[in-house]
């Protein structure tokens, strides 16, 4: 990290949305330049630089809470505002021009403007407005997290949209989108530029997992992604281009309350690390600019609780002397204040209705880890937090977080009450943001509840409810085409055949699986979604329509979890349904297949910390070229990342002996028709479990003693 940046504060305003802070083109080369900012007050406030202080040029009245906040015009200098479904059109100094319905139903969560041309998304719907006026419509069917215009010939724009089935897609007036498939969900999307240039065919992508790609329109208007931080991190929250010192640099700003800064990568490299900073809590916009000092280009943040901060070039030196000067200033203003609040002591107080309800604003997210098949729960507040305490309906185990300083107390629950998990987080001074860990049990849904109240008003309690779907699995990033019923392969099928409707069945998924798009995609009178496990790699298909539903899986496990619910709801509704499954043999090997590489990566992992932990014990490690071998030696140089993984999960091996043993008891069930215990299955695979051959495990899952006859094979669907 070579770049030395230093944090001034500019100012603070309400609790802000992602992408409400936009900074206006300069008025001359390397001048400061002016930014906009809105918040859930309603109020837009323009800052700039007036007589060496940032003030507020700008600010307008109270009003509904405002969700997205863009720039356009021609020299980009009129500001566009989205609160509910109204978009509002100001100039920067402060002069409304504009005020139009968009008639949509729900409020806009992402909205663009490129020249007459302007973007509005609602949930899962995209409208484009060509001067006010309805020019065509997208129902995407997902959510949609953001959204761009490029120009394109004559008239025509590319809309590009971020959904959420794990896709980008553009549309080009009324034909049908291109879609490119991501390995995670896109959050947000950003124009590159170069200076106040902004690129025709590049955009920057940033996902829920944390990664970074360019996006490239080609010529042809195929479209490509390369991507440039393809690690996992935390949710990316904004990003920008821009030249801070040396060439062009990627600036991110992610959930968790990072701010980066990487340099642009040439062909066929790595972006390099120039500078990383934490706000603790997280970030709502980050921008390139020259913002608080004419000459130093700076990097302009916006947290959620309404922290407005620069990240600038300019030498601490010159920082500190016009801190100095700034701090005599800010003591006669004190002075001021606090004369001002001697003179309103005097005066008779109004009494204030002690009935008004006071809300809490939170900001809460809960993502699927793939690595090891747990979730990220991170909640914050405007305020210092005081206690978050969680309830849970069904079985959850809470992990440790080690950015999580808060003290945990945990109460005895009765499950015969609904209460499998209570815990209460309560945390230190001045905590804004709080990440917490939580692993589900696979097959058993439920509701996580969670309750938090803050340090300023500790009266006011806000709930958030969350579902747990039943099985931990992800959307797959594209079509399998291969799995289709009858075809020979190793995938157990379930079928469903009775009087519901597609929408119907749709609901009904959505208590087992997660993510489940808020409308069906239908083709052909056929839905279809795919899924791969987080923690083994197995995958799932589901094909259903009016009557009739298929599954087809690789792990029995989530066949028969699917085929429990799914049944359950029917019964429930009075639905009578005609259930068939059949089981392939070869399913048992592909699925043992696929766990036996991570059992021994546990195995041996768990076997070198035993080893390093007796070393210590034994006072071996201080002269380890004398007193060990060459393998221990290794062993030694390689113990903080040994350490490492093993604090990652160090119940891996358990977790892994538990898959294997649900899937015993659940091939007894579809297989043989009998039901087992999870004590019986352990005793019976422990021996096979230990000597870890593949072999052996294997023959205990085809011992045919005692068994019944195989269902048979199952019809296609008319």
């Known amino acids: 990290m070579t770049l030395p940046l230093s944090r001034i504060d500019y100012a603070a305003v309400g609790v802000t949305s992602r992408g409400t802070t936009k900074i206006f083109p300069p008025s001359e ?20 630089l007036k007589k060496g202080e940032m003030q507020v040029l700008f600010k307008s009245l109270p009003g509904p809470k405002i969700n997205k906040l863009v720039l356009g015009g021609t020299g980009r200098d009129k500001i566009y505002i989205a609160h509910g479904n109204t978009v509002k059109g100001y100039t920067k100094k402060g002069k409304l021009f504009l005020e139009f319905d968009t008639n949509l139903i729900d409020p806009i969560t992402a909205l663009y403007v490129l020249g007459p041309d302007l973007a509005a998304c609602a949930r899962d719907l995209c409208h484009r407005y060509r001067d006010c006026k309805d020019a065509d419509s997208y129902l995407a069917g997902e959510t949609l997290y953001d959204v761009v215009l490029l120009p394109a010939d004559n008239t025509i724009v590319f809309v590009i949209l971020a959904c959420g089935d794990c896709a980008i897609r553009v549309l080009h007036g009324t034909k049908t989108p291109a879609i490119l498939r991501l390995s995670s969900v896109p959050t947000v999307l950003s124009l590159c530029r170069e200076g106040d240039v902004e690129s025709k065919e590049r955009v920057l992508v940033g996902t829920m997992d944390g990664k970074v790609g360019l996006l490239i329109l080609q010529g042809n208007k195929t479209l490509r992604i390369t991507w440039l931080l393809h690690t996992t991190h935390s949710e990316v929250t904004s990003l920008d281009t821009y030249e801070l010192q040396d060439g ?9 309350g990072t ?14 690390l120039r500078f990383r900073y934490n706000a603790n809590e997280s970030i709502s916009a980050v921008g390139g600019g020259i913002i608080g000092a004419a000459g130093y280009p700076e990097v302009l943040v916006t947290t959620y609780s309404g922290r407005i901060f620069g990240l600038t070039t300019k030498p601490p030196g010159l920082l500190e002397a016009d801190q100095n000067d700034g701090l005599m200033k800010l003591r006669a203003e004190i002075q001021g204040l606090q004369e001002k609040l001697n003179e309103e002591k005097e005066v008779p107080n109004f009494s204030v209705d002690s009935l008004a309800p006071l809300i809490l604003s939170v900001n809460h997210r809960m993502i699927l880890n793939r690595e090891d098949a747990s979730y990220s729960l991170s909640v914050e507040l405007d305020t210092p937090i005081d206690n978050i305490l969680i309830q849970s309906d069904t079985p959850i185990e809470l992990l440790d977080v080690e950015s999580n300083s808060a003290v945990v107390s945990l109460s005895a629950c009765n499950p015969r009450d609904g209460n499998f998990v209570v815990a209460t987080y309560r945390c230190q001074v001045n905590t804004n943001h709080l990440d917490m860990r939580l692993r589900t049990i696979e097959g058993q849904p439920g509701t996580l509840q969670i309750y938090v109240t803050s340090q ?33 392969g190793p995938f157990n099928e379930l079928k469903l055949i009775g009087n519901f409707t597609v929408a119907e069945m749709h609901a009904w998924l959505s208590f087992a699986l997660p993510d489940v798009p808020e409308r069906p995609h239908l083709e052909d009178g056929k839905a279809t979604l795919t899924y791969v496990s987080s923690f083994i790699g197995t995958l799932l298909k589901c094909i259903y329509k009016k009557g009739s539903a298929i599954f087809l899986g690789e792990n029995i496990s989530s066949i028969i979890i699917l085929r429990d619910i799914l049944t359950r709801e029917a019964t429930k509704r009075k639905i009578k349904l005609d259930v068939f499954c059949d089981v392939a043999e070869g399913s048992i090997s592909r699925v043992l297949e696929l766990i036996f590489p991570q059992l021994n990566a546990a195995h041996d992992l768990i076997t070198k910390v ?31 990342d040994i350490k490492s993984q093993m604090s990652k999960d160090n119940e891996i091996l358990e977790r892994l002996h538990a898959v294997i043993t649900d899937l015993y008891v659940d091939w007894e069930r579809a297989k043989r028709s009998r039901r087992i215990s999870s004590k019986d299955a352990a005793e019976k695979l422990s021996a096979a479990l230990k000597s870890r051959e593949l072999a052996q495990l294997l023959q205990v899952f085809i011992d045919t003693s005692n068994t019944v006859p195989a269902p048979s094979s199952v019809p296609s669907i008319i």
């Open 29 to 48: 080369h390397r001048q400061t330049q002016k930014f906009a900012v809105a918040d859930h007050d309603g109020i837009l406030h323009v800052y700039g």
């Open 248 to 256: 062009l640099d990627i600036l991110v700003g992610r959930q968790d």
């Open 259 to 272: 701010v980066e800064v990487y340099a642009f990568p040439e062909e066929d490299t790595v972006p390099s």
């Open 456 to 488: 300023v008003q500790p009266k006011c309690c806000r709930r958030i409810c969350i579902p747990i779907s039943a099985l931990s699995l992800h959307m797959r990033q594209h079509e399998l085409e291969d799995i289709e019923p009858n075809n020979g």
């Open 610 to 640: 035993k080893i390093l932990n007796a070393l210590e014990e034994w006072e071996l490690k201080e002269n380890p070229k004398e007193n060990l071998c060459t393998e221990y030696q290794e062993l030694i140089q390689k113990e903080t």
